[in-house]
């Protein structure tokens, strides 16, 4: 029954659960069996019958994944890069809270910039980008996600094909 339970949750319409499962298959097991644990219910019923207690009330669980997945952040925000570590390209997952200009930088670890890429009259909200990074060298890296008010960052690592 718990297998099941998980099943249905990686079948809910979060787009998110199943772009992490591509990028961290881990990290989505995790978080979903956090979800699990603290949401679900123990139905006296089924005490004593079944391995997991009756803990298969899934109402509390899908209440906690609604609450983490439909989260509106008011500022800038990085969700996630993936793939990380990448070869040729990455996706950025992230909130723009604003219509407007957001400039993309690649940095080095030193802090010059490797690349820029700006986004022009970017609708709000969740987005995914794509960045080609094939012609940068393998190594360490911060992405760099700047508004007109704000700057958030991102590590990630280039590995050779």
């Known amino acids: 029954q718990v297998t099941g339970a998980i099943g249905l949750m990686y079948s809910l319409p979060y787009q998110q659960i199943q772009n992490e499962a591509l990028a961290s298959p881990d990290r989505t097991a995790l978080l979903l069996k956090r979800f699990l644990l603290e949401g679900a ?13 009756g803990r298969l ?8 994944m609604h609450q983490y997945f439909n989260q509106e952040p008011t500022e800038l925000k990085i969700h996630q890069v993936y793939p990380n570590p990448f070869t040729s390209q990455i996706q950025l997952d992230c909130y723009l809270p604003t219509l407007g200009r957001y400039e993309l930088k690649v940095l080095d670890t030193r802090g010059r910039l490797v690349t ?4 022009n009259n970017q609708d709000l909200g969740q987005r ?8 940068i060298n393998a190594g360490v890296y911060l992405l760099q996600i700047e508004s007109s008010t704000s ?4 590590k990630m690592v280039k590995i050779a094909r």
């Open 41 to 53: 219910q123990k139905l006296p019923t089924l005490k004593n019958k079944i391995r997991s207690q």
């Open 57 to 64: 009330d899934l109402q509390g669980t899908h209440q906690l």
């Open 116 to 119: 820029k890429q700006v986004l």
């Open 128 to 135: 995914i980008i794509r960045l080609p990074l094939a012609q």
């Open 151 to 154: 700057v958030v960052t991102h």
